[in-house]
C-alpha cells in the first residue's frame, strides 16, 4: 500500500474494523516513512464469467435492471427491487467463491423473486431455465400452485388441459365460465 503523501511503500495497520454491513475492512495505517496516518478500504470482489468468456466484476445494479425489465407493469417498487438484489448478493458471496458464472447469477435470483411476484418469476424463468413452450409455462405454474397450496396446508387438484374444442365435441356444445375454452381452472379443497 503506497502512502498517499510520500508514496512510500511501507505502512503499518494500526486499527481495523469491519464496516457495519460487514462487507468491508476499514484499517487506519501509519507510513513508516512521514508517520502521516490514512484509511483504507478492503472489501471482496466477486467476478462474473459471462457467456462469452468475458470476465466482469459483479454489479448489484445490473440484477436491479434485469428484474426490472420482468416487473414491468407488476406492483413492485424499486425499494423492493434494491432489497432483492440485497439478498441476490449475499446469497452469492455465501457461496464463497471468487468467481460464478453469469448464468448462476439469473439462478439465484429466481428465489427471491418468486416470493416476491410470481408473474415476473414467470417471466424471468422463462428465460434463465429456457421454456421451451407451453408445457415449460405449465409445469412451473404447477410448481407455484403446489408450492403455494403447501404453504397454506391445502391439497390442490392439478389443473387438466383439454385441446381447444374437446369440450364442445364432448358434450356438443360450448363451455360455460371464464377463460380459455376448454381448459379447467384447478380448484382448492
Same mark, same amino acid.
Given at each position: 500500500?503506497?502512502?498517499?503523501?510520500?508514496?512510500?511503500?511501507?505502512?503499518?495497520?494500526?486499527?481495523?474494523?469491519?464496516?457495519?454491513?460487514?462487507?468491508? &475492512?476499514?484499517?487506519?495505517?501509519?507510513?513508516?516513512?512521514?508517520?502521516?496516518?490514512?484509511?483504507?478500504?478492503?472489501?471482496?470482489?466477486i467476478s462474473v464469467i459471462k457467456r462469452s468468456g468475458v470476465t466482469e466484476p459483479f454489479d448489484r445494479q445490473k440484477i436491479v435492471n434485469g428484474v426490472r425489465k420482468a416487473c414491468q407493469g407488476r406492483p413492485v417498487s424499486e425499494d423492493d427491487l434494491a432489497m432483492l438484489a440485497q439478498e441476490v448478493e449475499e446469497t452469492i458471496r455465501a457461496l464463497g467463491a471468487a468467481e460464478i458464472e453469469a448464468h448462476?447469477?439469473?439462478?439465484? &435470483?429466481?428465489?427471491?423473486?418468486?416470493?416476491?411476484?410470481?408473474?415476473?418469476?414467470?417471466?424471468?424463468?422463462?428465460?434463465?431455465?429456457?421454456?421451451?413452450?407451453?408445457?415449460?409455462?405449465e409445469e412451473a405454474i404447477d410448481l407455484l400452485r403446489r408450492q403455494q397450496a403447501e404453504q397454506s396446508g391445502q391439497q390442490t387438484i392439478p389443473a387438466t388441459v383439454e385441446p381447444i374444442g374437446a369440450a364442445r365435441k364432448r358434450t356438443g356444445r360450448r363451455p360455460r365460465g371464464k377463460g380459455l375454452e376448454g381448459v379447467s381452472q384447478p380448484r382448492l379443497l
Amino acid at each position: 500500500m503506497h502512502c498517499p503523501f510520500c508514496r512510500h511503500t511501507d505502512s503499518r495497520v494500526v486499527d481495523s474494523r469491519t464496516t457495519d454491513d460487514g462487507t468491508a &475492512i476499514r484499517r487506519r495505517r501509519q507510513c513508516s516513512e512521514c508517520g502521516r496516518r490514512f484509511t483504507t478500504l478492503e472489501t471482496t470482489t466477486i467476478s462474473v464469467i459471462k457467456r462469452s468468456g468475458v470476465t466482469e466484476p459483479f454489479d448489484r445494479q445490473k440484477i436491479v435492471n434485469g428484474v426490472r425489465k420482468a416487473c414491468q407493469g407488476r406492483p413492485v417498487s424499486e425499494d423492493d427491487l434494491a432489497m432483492l438484489a440485497q439478498e441476490v448478493e449475499e446469497t452469492i458471496r455465501a457461496l464463497g467463491a471468487a468467481e460464478i458464472e453469469a448464468h448462476e447469477v439469473g439462478l439465484a &435470483i429466481l428465489a427471491p423473486l418468486r416470493r416476491l411476484d410470481v408473474v415476473a418469476y414467470l417471466r424471468f424463468a422463462s428465460v434463465y431455465q429456457a421454456f421451451d413452450g407451453l408445457g415449460d409455462f405449465e409445469e412451473a405454474i404447477d410448481l407455484l400452485r403446489r408450492q403455494q397450496a403447501e404453504q397454506s396446508g391445502q391439497q390442490t387438484i392439478p389443473a387438466t388441459v383439454e385441446p381447444i374444442g374437446a369440450a364442445r365435441k364432448r358434450t356438443g356444445r360450448r363451455p360455460r365460465g371464464k377463460g380459455l375454452e376448454g381448459v379447467s381452472q384447478p380448484r382448492l379443497l
